[in-house]
């Protein structure tokens, strides 16, 4: 891969680069789409990381849909798709314990031991093999793209990391690989996690902090199918939960639940 890249820049084209682990959507659709437009050469990955599992069940069962994934990437004029065998991909290397800034004490960090070390450690790897000038990552996992922000800013890594908006189905539901797994019945109460975000931005720099998130609680304990794990709402830079608005006037409200067999998580910025 690292010879295609740099055969695109002899010609003149610069690299963008989508790293996956297949079961695509629309909302990775987006970023080859985004990357496309910034970009005359651009790569895909698809490679499902067991390092960061935490949870052999989740691994097993995470959806794999090979063919229409090259289908998606060759309709939309992807150049190139990178995908690696764990051997390969993890030869020569031996997992290291990146400093994620103290991003990973929260949220996701603590229900998912060892979760962003595995994906920062395949993130290395992948661009080391791909080479890319920019890489691009969806918002929706808000907390694995601060992570990736602060490794590749603190280890000067020569890769622009952009990051790209949540897509959506039209009644909200963020779009996950993992929504895939949800029966029709979880799969219609799932909009609830969009339903709290959207009242936290409704309420947001209007009431009190704790009244916004007592609000989100109250209408995720509507449904008798969604699990909450947690609801926070964060300073956008360091994820630290936020008690007061101040003088602020940008925060970001954050949920992960789960619901049936699939832990869902979604988040949206709040704005004065
Ligand atoms: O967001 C994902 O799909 C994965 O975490 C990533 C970035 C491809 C690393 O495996």
């Not at 450690?121 to 661009?127: A, H, P, Q, S, T």
């Amino acid at each position: 891969m690292a010879g295609w890249s740099a055969n695109a820049r002899r010609n003149g084209q610069s690299v963008g680069f989508v790293p996956t682990m297949g079961a695509l959507h629309a909302g990775h659709a987006a970023l080859v789409e985004r990357a496309l437009l910034d970009h005359g050469a651009v790569a895909c990955s698809i490679f499902v990381n067991p390092l960061q599992f935490n949870d052999p069940t989740d691994l097993r069962n995470y959806p794999r849909t090979l063919e229409a994934d090259v289908a998606l990437l060759s309709g939309l004029g992807c150049s190139a798709l990178f995908m690696p065998s764990e051997t390969g991909i993890y030869a020569n290397h031996q997992p290291r314990q990146y400093d994620l800034g103290g991003l990973d004490r929260f949220w996701e960090g603590p229900s998912r031991p060892g979760h962003f070390q595995g994906v920062v450690n395949v993130v290395e790897r992948l661009f080391h093999y791909v080479r890319p000038d920019a890489a691009y990552f969806g918002e929706k996992d808000r907390q694995q793209l601060a992570i990736i922000r602060h490794v590749a800013r603190s280890l000067r890594w020569p890769e622009h990391i952009v990051p790209c908006a949540t897509v959506r189905d039209p009644d909200g539901l963020a779009l996950s690989s993992r929504n895939a797994r949800l029966s029709d019945a979880e799969r219609a109460e799932a909009t609830i996690l969009h339903m709290a975000l959207r009242m936290a931005g409704e309420l947001a720099f209007r009431a009190p902090v704790q009244e916004v998130l007592d609000a989100m609680s109250g209408m995720l304990a509507r449904s008798s199918i969604v699990a909450p794990d947690h609801i926070g709402i964060v300073d956008e830079d360091s994820l630290e939960p936020i008690t007061e608005w101040g003088v602020r006037r940008r925060a970001v409200a954050l949920i992960a639940a789960q619901v049936g067999p699939v832990r869902l998580i979604d988040n949206l910025t709040l704005e004065a």
